[in-house]
């Protein structure tokens, strides 16, 4: 069974600049507080990486 990442939006995308708002949309997230299970690749902890002030996450088995 391959692991999963359930990613939380934490944060407002006020005042963030247009790519991290592209990488939130990329991974899926609408709103505040939206949840989103993705697959753990490699592409999608990049993702993460680059946005880890706004998000929440964790490995789900």
């Known amino acids: 069974m391959s692991k999963s990442l359930r ?5 407002s ?3 963030v600049t247009e790519k991290h708002r592209q ?4 991974l899926g997230l609408r709103h505040t507080h939206h949840s989103v299970v993705r697959p753990d690749t490699p592409e999608i902890r990049g993702m993460i990486k680059k946005i880890p002030y706004l998000l929440r996450w964790e490995e789900l088995s």
Do not use: D
């Open 7 to 11: 990613i939380t939006l934490v944060r």
């Open 13 to 15: 995308l006020i005042g």
């Open 23 to 26: 990488n939130v949309r990329g």
